[in-house]
Each structure stands twice: as C-alpha cells, then as structure tokens.
C-alpha cells in the first residue's frame, strides 16, 4: 500500500480559498488513481473529486463543481485539490485516497490507502 499524508487545512472566511496536498510514499505514485473525500461531524465520509493515474482524467461530485479542481504532480508524489469560493457547508474533515484502479471511482470503499485527514472550517 502507499502511505499518504494530508496537508493545507485550516480556517478560512466563506468566500475564500484553500489548497490541500497529499503526499503519497512507499510505492510507485503513479500507479494509483487519487480521490479526495470528506466527512462532517455525524455525516458519512462523502466523494469530493477523483483524478486518473495520468492526470488527464477527473471526476467530481456536483456540490463542488466549478469550485473545486483536483491536479496532481507525479514527480512530486503528490496529488492537490485547489478549493474556491468556500462555503460554511464544506467544513469537513478532508481525505485523499488512493487505489490501483483504471476507472474512477466515488465509493470509499473501493478505495484501499488513506491518509490521516486534515480539517477545514468554513466561517460565515
């Protein structure tokens, strides 16, 4: 497995923006599709944005589309979703994932490397 850690969390004012990384270690990054999710206090881990080995394919859940963007750097081991135009209902607990699969995936459980999370709090 690889072993991925979060970072890029903290407080930010509605409106503004983020960026979290992950940084992956322990096997080759570019085998891996990369997934972000998250989980609000008494709600379910939820998808948030997945992106293929490549780079050249992503995949969103609707609540962030056109506000989120997920990239990644394989020379740097690392995969980054850019947050924009933050809202009070994205404070959550953030996680990247990782898996050897071709097609993207939103389920968590298809997804078998995790980091640790980083928070994000979205004031009003």
């Known amino acids: 497995q690889v072993q991925l850690v979060e970072s890029g969390g903290g407080l930010v004012q509605a409106g503004g923006s983020l960026r979290l990384s992950c940084a992956a270690s322990?096997?080759?990054?570019?085998?891996?599709?990369m997934g972000w999710f998250r989980q609000a206090p008494g709600k379910e881990r939820a998808f948030v944005a997945a992106i293929n080995r490549s780079g050249g394919t992503t995949y969103y859940a609707d609540f962030v589309k056109g506000r989120f963007t997920i990239s990644r750097d394989n020379a740097k081991n690392t995969v980054y979703l850019q947050m924009n135009s933050l809202k009070p209902e994205d404070t959550a607990v953030y996680y990247c994932?990782?898996?050897?699969?071709?097609?993207?995936?939103?389920?968590?459980?298809?997804?078998?490397?995790w980091g640790q999370g980083t928070q994000v709090t979205v004031s009003s």
């Open positions: 322990g096997r080759t990054f570019s085998r891996y599709a």
């Open positions: 994932a990782a898996d050897e699969f071709t097609v993207l995936k939103s389920d968590p459980g298809d997804y078998g490397s």
